[in-house]
């Protein structure tokens, strides 16, 4: 027996090892903590249990100590997160560079099965070179079993992918398909395919970063929802992430004790200018009416005319959305409609109540808007409102007009509330737009053209752009002063805590993708 067990303490302490003393300190001089190190720090103290540390590919060399591939790159199993489970996976960097061979992603996929088995998030710690160039087709199966997993279990289980170095090839494409993308600032980087290879293919010139870093995930591609600083950063990101959302599709988000907002909502009244025209930021209004005044963005660096993220009203997880007046007037364009509709859909799945801020001139016209497919991607945001379950509450702070009113959640696409501030217009076009085409004679006739025009447009927000048009025909269930709101979110959120509500049966919608 003391063989027996001498023998085991060595094969864990090769493991344990991963590639080794001196890759584990080359990756420390990168900035990079290793697999174990990670799991360490993000899993509640002594939580983690490890599955499969003996997995390895070559069966000839398993009854031997010479093990190719220690854990075969990566470290899987399953901890608590503030208590909640969790399963993860963590790839190991130092043994042959994180790379996805066959039985590596075995691993992987029997923790995502677990995770889906047992209503338990699933999470990725990404650090890989891709498929494992020596396993060749057997590393192409190995994603194409994960891809599949990542998509039968969408929707089931919360998944987020957290990339923390090089992230290549086919090892982009499970993040992609996850509910949420973390990135490291100046250490991760995601590409099909990098730099050296778009020299040869296309004569473009391009640094790792400028490729595929957190910026650019962030801010142009849209692919990564979160810039983390650091790994510590980066962790508690993580963990606020999960803070709000439920272990699965069938349980609700976590409840916290109610807190009144730090910011007080008197303010509320000279946050949104009288000019019609002028910008204000609409997450100072945000933070005046949710718990603490705190408000989580995600996507928080990309299509910045719109702003989404969570949020707690009354100690309840919440999904905001918003239009942002400080970013192209706050319009609609093609990214913001595909930031607000991913965002919709993850709250949907995970059954948390959405609330939705309108102040939204209309979407943005131009050639390149059509060009790109506006209307395509416009109409994610319509069907993603509409195919929404869970309560809805819209509040229209200001503008709110045309087909951009409707998408910002109207009461017909299945909000369940409409509130409007009184300072709300709400009409089928913007009064310039609209006083050009039905007082066109009236102002040409006049000895003043300029003047008139002017008085008409005036005249239109008063005639058709109130509120109270809209209150009148019933759309809007009131008109609130904006001091009230939070407490009309409150009672509305309680009043919508039963709703449920039944779709007709069908294999699954055709989103507009
Ligand atoms: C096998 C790999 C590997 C890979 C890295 N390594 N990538 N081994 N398969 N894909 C090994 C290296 O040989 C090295 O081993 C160790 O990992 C560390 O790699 P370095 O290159 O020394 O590290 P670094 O300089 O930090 O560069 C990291 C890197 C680079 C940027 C990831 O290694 C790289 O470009 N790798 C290839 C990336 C790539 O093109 N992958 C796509 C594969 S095709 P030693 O023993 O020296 O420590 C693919 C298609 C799948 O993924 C499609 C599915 C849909």
Redesign the pocket.
């Known amino acids: 027996m003391e063989d027996k067990l001498k023998e085991l303490q060595q094969r864990k302490e090769i493991v344990l090892k991963g590639?080794g003393d001196d890759?584990i300190a080359s990756q420390h001089e990168?900035g990079k903590l290793t697999a174990r190190e990670r799991l360490e720090q993000f899993l509640d103290a002594g939580s983690f249990v490890e599955l499969g540390a003996f997995v390895q590919t070559g069966l000839e060399d398993a009854s031997t100590l010479d093990i190719p591939y220690p854990g075969e790159g990566v470290v899987t199993g399953y901890g608590n997160v503030g208590g909640r489970l969790v399963y993860v996976f963590a790839q190991d960097?130092t043994v042959?560079?994180g790379?996805l061979g066959e039985m590596h992603a075995s691993k992987i996929c029997r923790v995502m099965d677990l995770a889906a088995q047992n209503g338990a998030p699933f999470i990725g710690l990404n650090d890989s070179?891709?498929?494992?160039?020596?396993e060749g087709v057997m590393?192409?199966d190995g994603?194409g079993n994960i891809f599949y997993r990542n998509t039968i279990y969408s929707g089931v289980i919360p998944q987020i992918s957290v990339i923390l170095g090089?992230c290549?090839?086919?090892?982009v494409?499970s993040p992609a398909l996850t509910d949420f993308v973390l990135m490291l600032d100046k250490t991760s980087y995601m590409f099909i395919?990098?730099p050296q290879?778009i020299k040869a293919v296309t004569g473009e010139e391009v640094t790792p970063e400028k490729l595929g870093g957190a910026s650019t995930h962030n801010e142009t591609s849209g692919v990564a929802h979160f810039k983390a600083e650091n790994e510590q950063d980066c962790l508690e990101k993580l963990k606020k992430l999960l803070s709000f959302l439920p272990q699965n599709n069938l349980d609700d988000p976590p409840a916290v004790p109610p807190a009144e907002p730090q910011l007080s909502q008197e303010e509320l009244l000279q946050l949104v200018p009288a000019d019609p025209n002028r910008p204000y930021d609409v997450v100072e209004i945000i933070k005046r009416v949710v718990d603490n005044s705190d408000f989580f963005q995600v996507h928080e660096h990309y299509a910045k005319n719109a702003v989404v993220g969570f949020a707690r009203i009354n100690g309840q997880a919440v999904g905001i959305i918003a239009n942002q007046a400080r970013f192209l007037a706050g319009c609609l364009d093609i990214n913001s409609s595909d930031k607000i509709a991913r965002f919709v859909r993850v709250c949907d799945c995970f059954n948390i109540p959405l609330i939705t801020f309108v102040d939204v001139p209309g979407y943005l016209p131009g050639v390149n808007q059509e060009y790109g497919g506006i209307i395509r991607h416009g109409a994610k945001i319509l069907y993603a409102y509409s195919e929404a379950t869970v309560p809805q509450i819209s509040v229209i702070l200001r503008k709110a007009y045309g087909g951009a009113y409707l998408a910002m959640n109207a009461r017909s696409l299945g909000a369940d509330f409409a509130f409007a501030w009184p300072t709300a217009e709400i009409a089928v076009m913007g009064p310039e737009g609209a006083t050009n085409i039905i007082f066109r004679r009236d102002i040409e006739k006049a000895e003043n053209p300029e003047e008139e025009r002017k008085k008409k447009v005036e005249e239109y927000r008063e005639r058709y752009a109130n509120p109270f048009i809209t209150a009148a025909r019933g759309w809007i269930d009131d008109v609130i002063d904006p001091r009230h709101t939070r407490g009309h979110l409150i009672r509305a959120l309680e009043s919508l805590k039963s709703k449920f509500e039944e779709r007709p049966r069908k294999k699954h919608g055709n989103i507009p993708v």
Do not use: H, N
């Not at 290549?168 to 090892?171: L, N």
């Open positions: 590639g890759r990168k960097f042959a560079g790379s070179g891709g498929a494992r160039i020596q590393s192409l994603y090089p290549a090839g086919g090892a494409y395919t990098g290879v």
